[in-house]
């Protein structure tokens, strides 16, 4: 018989220009201390909860299993309307990539990014798309989900970056699509480790 894990998920609204109010360590990112006294006096104990996600505006960040790119991320993007999702199991990091960006769309032709290669990845980014610095080259596309329709993803035949952008095309006009993408993992050896940082948040996690 297989046993059912039942996963408490916790929603948490941060402030704007501030600190998240939390310490986390290890990886996957756990809390480790609880800064805030506002969260401190709450009915649960969040020590030891694991980081699910971060909601900002039009975008859910997960999948993040490094604690000083979380702690970036939560810099980079503390000038907007935050909320943070914490679970007390761990989540599954994709051993083939690292964070996870589900970008919600606009109705529109023009988004300003072009899409290449199979699997699809992103090719290049307008500098006057909505999207710039909010998704950038090499950046892997998961899926792209349009309501109504069947998803497009990498386990769709023909997943190349031709084709994604003709499905985008084709519901331009269609709100609340979704556009997922994943950074690559990035292995770096001894030498590249001490020259060049795993991660710039200017790159990948500000929202403008």
């Known amino acids: 018989m297989m046993n059912v894990v039942r996963i408490t998920k916790v929603s948490i609204d941060l402030p704007i220009n501030q600190g998240s109010g939390f310490v986390f360590s290890g990886s996957p990112p756990r809390v480790s ?43 980079a993007n503390q000038h907007l309307l935050r909320k943070i999702i914490l679970c007390d199991h761990p989540p599954a ?8 960006y589900e970008h919600t769309l606009p109705v529109g032709l023009d988004l300003g990014i072009s899409f290449t290669g199979f699997p ?3 090719e290049s980014v307008s500098p006057d798309s909505p999207f ?16 109504g329709q069947p998803i497009l993803n990498t386990h769709s035949p023909g997943f190349t970056g031709h084709r994604v952008r003709e499905f985008l095309d084709l519901h331009s006009s ?9 950074d690559q993992l990035v292995v770096y050896t001894s030498r590249d480790r001490n020259e060049s940082a795993a991660f710039d948040s200017s790159d990948c996690c500000r929202v403008l």
């Open 33 to 75: 201390q609880i800064l805030e006294s506002s969260l401190r006096e709450t009915n649960m104990n969040l020590v030891g909860y694991f980081f699910c996600s971060l909601e900002v505006p039009n975008l859910v960040i997960s999948n993040v299993v490094d604690t000083n790119r979380l702690h970036k991320i939560l810099h």
């Open 174 to 182: 269609v709100p609340k699509r979704l556009l997922i993408v994943k």
């Open 93 to 100: 990091p994709n051993a083939l990539h690292d964070c996870r």
């Open 120 to 122: 699809a990845q992103i």
């Open 132 to 147: 710039a610095r909010k998704v950038h080259p090499s950046q892997m596309v998961e899926a792209v989900v349009v309501p």
